[in-house]
Nanobody
Framework: QVQLVESGGGLVQPGGSLRLTCRDSAVIFSFYAMGWFRQAPGKERELVAAIDRGDLQKYADFVKGRFTISRDNTKNTLYLQMNNLKPDDTAVYYC??????????????WGQGTQVTVSA
């Protein structure tokens, strides 16, 4: 049973923007911390941004000031607004649900990923 479904990836030019969406089928989505991760070819999956159930956010240094994570608990949906995209942002982006309300817990549910390609 697929619980997390990402969308919104695609091809964009450097300096462009994309908004990723992750729809969660969990009944109590609002309880959990959520995160966006990415994995580039030949590299390990890394955290991009996370948000807890109180909307406290944290970001990787390489996206601070460019990306914004948000959530709409009425729609069971997680977002990642990505601005000023760079070629180094090219990767498969995954959303993940933490096992508790805060990001010091483990990710126990992953989406299938959405490809983001930044190229001229």
């Amino acid at each position: 049973q697929v619980q997390l479904v990402e969308s919104g990836g695609g091809l964009v030019q450097p300096g462009g923007s994309l908004r990723l969406t992750c729809r969660d089928s969990a009944v109590i989505f609002s309880f959990y911390a959520m995160g966006w991760f990415r994995q580039a070819p030949g590299k390990e999956r890394e955290l991009v941004a996370a948000i807890d159930r109180g909307d406290l956010q944290k970001y990787a240094d390489f996206v601070k000031g460019r990306f914004t994570i948000s959530r709409d608990n009425t729609k069971n949906t997680l977002y990642l607004q990505m601005n000023n995209l760079k070629p180094d942002d090219t990767a498969v982006y995954y959303c993940g649900r933490y096992s508790t309300w805060y990001w010091d817990s483990e990710i126990n549910v992953w989406g299938q990923g959405t490809q983001v390609t930044v190229s001229a």
